[in-house]
């Protein structure tokens, strides 16, 4: 019997039957074998129980569980990440898709540095249709960094770190000694837990492609909703677990809180330039709202100057005009930069390809990139 340990795969599942199935495949095709995919299904309607007790009868390491109602998506990824029995545990959205090398990769610089905590790979952004949007942040050869503990927070929060919530396997003592992901966080309980982990404990970096993370309607600045009261009370959950963790140096502690105020910035210029821009949603309203809900958390300053943009923008001709340019400037680099991207790793779009076409009993491959 292998003495290599046991990792579980955490899967929150609501309706996407196709999806789901194709990262229970990714799961499954790791050159670490030694997983526990477990499915927690929010009470799913449709086929998702069938999708995936079908590929439970090839292979005994799914797990499979579904909830009698729907407890909401941040209560579902709580219940599944509570659930942990084995030594090491990552999380994987239901429509992303992890490398085939992503836990040799992972335990490969927890042997490096025992001292770690929890082990990181970089990752690739990718649209509902399989482009590539985004490269990994490194882009480097697989070679892991060992940050000591804290050393790693303001990269990790200024983004120039990859820690991404599903590139990455942390050791069981994380629920034990720091506590389940906090609710008050809402969609930021994964931005919660990674910063509060990463201001407390070592851990180890890998410059290799980890995982393909779905950019979709969901995404900060697309999607949802423009700041507002629930914003503020979400991103302001977000430190505090850190201000309160005495493990935490001071440093960090005070530090959390500025950076706190810079992402709130960061989100309203976002959404102010999807609302504007003629190739974001192109709603003036929308951009409004969310000048006036930084405003409400507290960066009064930053709203102003934002709210004036947004009158330029309908009261003044020339400065949209200027405003569109540089929108159409941008859109026109990031078609380029994309279709680079797409060249340079065309490798792993076949392999999304091959985990949605397979058979169940079919293993899907992709040579590391070492």
């Not at 079908?54 to 990824?77: M, P």
């Not at 082990?119 to 050869?141: H, K, T």
């Not at 950076?259 to 003629?278: D, E, F, N």
């Not at 065309?346 to 079919?362: F, I, K, P, Q």
Request: aromatic content about 8%; proline content about 6%; hydrophobic content about 40%.
């Amino acid at each position: 019997m292998s003495s290599a340990p046991l990792i579980t795969t955490v899967i929150p599942t609501y309706r996407r039957p196709r999806l789901l199935r194709r990262a229970i495949r990714s799961a499954l095709s790791q050159s670490y074998p030694h997983v526990r995919v477990c499915v927690y299904d929010n009470a799913s309607d449709d086929e998702t129980e069938a999708v995936v007790m079908a590929i439970a009868q090839t292979d005994n390491r799914v797990r499979y569980f579904q909830h009698a109602e729907n407890i909401g998506s941040v209560g579902n990824f709580i219940h599944g990440i509570r659930e942990v029995a084995t030594p090491y545990f990552s999380i994987l959205s239901d429509d992303d898709v992890l490398t085939p090398w992503f836990y040799e990769s992972a335990m490969a610089g927890f042997a490096q540095h025992p001292e770690a905590t929890f082990s990181a790979l970089d990752s690739v952004r990718i649209s509902g249709a399989n482009a590539i949007l985004a490269g990994p942040m490194w882009g480097a050869a697989d070679r892991h960094r060992y940050y000591a503990p804290g050393e790693a927070f303001e990269g990790v929060a200024s983004g120039q770190i990859p820690v991404p919530w599903v590139g990455t396997v942390f050791r069981r003592e994380v629920l034990e000694e720091m506590g389940l992901p906090n609710p008050g966080a809402g969609p930021y309980l994964n931005d919660d837990f990674i910063l509060h982990a990463t201001a407390r404990y070592a851990c180890v970096v890998s410059s290799a492609i980890g995982c393909l993370i779905t950019e979709g309607h969901n995404s900060v600045g697309a999607g949802m909703q423009a700041l507002n009261a629930d914003w503020c009370r979400w991103w302001e959950a977000v430190p505090q677990d850190i201000l309160a963790d005495p493990e935490v140096p001071e440093r960090i502690r005070q530090r959390a809180r500025q950076l706190l105020v810079l992402g709130l910035r960061r989100i309203a210029l976002q959404q102010v330039v999807q609302g504007l821009g003629r190739f974001g949603r192109r709603d003036p309203g929308y951009a409004r709202q969310a000048t006036v809900g930084l405003g409400e958390c507290g960066c009064p300053v930053t709203s102003a100057l934002l709210r004036l943009s947004v009158w330029l923008h309908a009261n003044f001709p020339p400065a949209r005009a200027v405003f569109d340019r540089l929108v159409t400037r941008r859109k026109l680099r990031t078609a380029a930069r994309r279709a680079l991207l797409a060249q340079r790793y065309n490798h792993l779009t076949e392999y999304l390809g091959s985990l949605e076409a397979r058979g169940v009993d079919s293993p899907a491959s992709l040579e590391h990139p070492s």
